[in-house]
């Protein structure tokens, strides 16, 4: 009986190998939406706050159903108290998830053990909360990290790099999805559009990590064949561009034949420049129809930072030319409030991310999201984001 058992395990891994190929592998439908499925932009003004895995992470709780619960209820809580009307929730992490997913393991954060399956279904509690208390709910991506150098600790035997390492790079000792990766663009597509078709999300979101930062030539072999199949290759560039973009537009189009008017949208570093850094083609993405419906810049300035202002920040965004069904939210760092961050110009005063708000709104951006939420809850911010809280009680709507 000893002898059998590791062989009875073995198949089951090799079978659920197969079919999480096989589902890899089957073609992404990419028709356009139906006439019904057509995406309406919102009219109402975005207010949202992020909430990370950190914040949600119980793997050390006793019962950890009950905390979890109770943390995204304390969320609302406080989301309601102060007329905050959208969250930004952290559901894939490191290419785990916080939802039940036929490509992705469980995430570490809910159990202490990537794979291992927690009882109950996260993101199924969050959206049903939420709703109940006219919270609308955007599930927060991060496409390509697999792992930093501790963290997980431990992929499980279902992790789509374990199952497959092909599709993922070493990078200074962190693991990565190959942006140029057919079959990582394939499982990152599916991965978002299983929750735009299983859950009650309102959008879903990718935050601001595209190509790793300070990448080297990792994908040297990639451009190399690349270049063998065209007459007219592209620079390393612009290939690197061209990758992500082939990503945002395909999430777009699986995010969009689920129907359902889910948002898709992206929240991008807030100096605009810096995009560039990361092979993030974000002009293409707003000025052109087909990749996102909304952006969300994260302008984490001061009114004063001496290396780029709040105002000077957002104007760049703002002059770009957007397509018609774009929507631009503003990112704003409240976890900077009451720091010497900024060369100590948020220690000014005490009114510097309502002043914000205001200027946002001034400027017709349609909402902001602050980031994060373990910002409400620290004393070092306390009295700003107070007045910020305030002021969006007095004027709950643009």
């Given at each position: 009986m000893k002898r059998i058992i590791p062989v009875i395990l073995s198949f089951i891994f090799l079978v659920s190998s197969i079919v999480y190929v096989a589902d890899l592998q089957a073609p992404l439908d990419d028709a356009k939406p139906t006439e019904d499925e057509e995406y309406i932009k919102p009219n109402e003004e975005l207010r949202g706050v992020w909430v990370t895995y950190m914040t949600l992470d119980t793997e050390n709780e006793k019962d950890k159903e009950a905390a979890f619960k109770s943390?995204?209820?304390?969320?609302?809580?406080?989301?309601?108290?102060?007329?905050?009307?959208?969250?930004?929730?952290q559901v894939r992490p490191f290419s785990d998830a916080l939802y039940k997913s036929r490509y992705y393991p469980w995430s570490h954060i809910l159990t202490g053990t990537q794979g291992k399956d927690p009882g109950f279904d996260p993101l199924e509690y969050i959206t049903d909360t939420a709703h109940e208390n006219d919270i609308k709910v955007h599930a927060w991506i991060n496409p390509y990290r697999i792992s930093t150098a501790n963290t997980p600790s431990e992929l499980s035997d279902n992790n789509p790099y374990v199952k497959d390492n092909d599709i993922g790079v070493e990078v200074n000792g962190a693991l990565y999805m190959n942006p140029a990766s057919d079959k990582a663009i394939?499982?990152?597509?599916?991965?978002?559009?299983?929750?735009?078709?299983?859950?009650?999300?309102?959008?879903?979101?990718?935050?601001?990590?595209?190509?790793?930062?300070?990448c080297g030539d990792f994908d040297s072999e990639d451009y190399a064949e690349y270049c063998k199949s065209t007459d007219t290759p592209l620079s390393l560039e612009d290939f690197r561009k061209d990758n992500v973009n082939k990503l945002i537009s395909s999430?777009?189009?699986?995010?969009?034949?689920?129907?359902?008017?889910?948002?898709?949208?992206?929240?991008?570093?807030?100096?605009?420049?810096?995009?560039?850094?990361l092979y993030a083609d974000v002009k293409k993405w707003c000025e052109e129809k087909g990749y996102i419906d909304y952006i969300c810049p994260q302008v984490y300035f001061s009114l004063d930072n001496p290396a780029l202002t709040y105002e000077d920040g957002l104007r760049d965004w703002l002059e770009l030319k957007p397509h018609d069904d774009l929507s631009m939210y503003v990112g704003l760092p409240a976890y900077k409030a009451g720091t010497d961050a900024d060369s100590g110009t948020w220690l000014d005063n005490s009114d510097i991310l309502r002043t914000e708000i205001e200027i946002l709104r001034?400027?017709?951006?349609?909402?902001?999201?602050?980031?994060?939420?373990?910002?409400?809850?620290?004393?070092?911010?306390?009295?700003?984001?107070?007045?910020?809280?305030?002021?969006?009680?007095a004027t709950p709507t643009q």
């Open positions: 943390r995204i209820e304390s969320v609302i809580e406080d989301m309601k108290s102060s007329n905050l009307n959208t969250m930004i929730v394939e499982l990152i597509t599916k991965g978002a559009a299983e929750i735009a078709e299983n859950y009650d999300v309102d959008g879903i979101q990718f935050d601001d990590y595209f190509y790793p930062p300070d999430v777009y189009k699986a995010v969009h034949k689920a129907g359902k008017n889910i948002m898709f949208g992206v929240s991008p570093q807030g100096n605009l420049s810096n995009n560039d850094k001034e400027k017709g951006a349609d909402g902001f999201m602050l980031y994060s939420y373990d910002s409400f809850h620290n004393e070092d911010n306390a009295e700003e984001i107070q007045n910020v809280m305030n002021y969006l009680t």
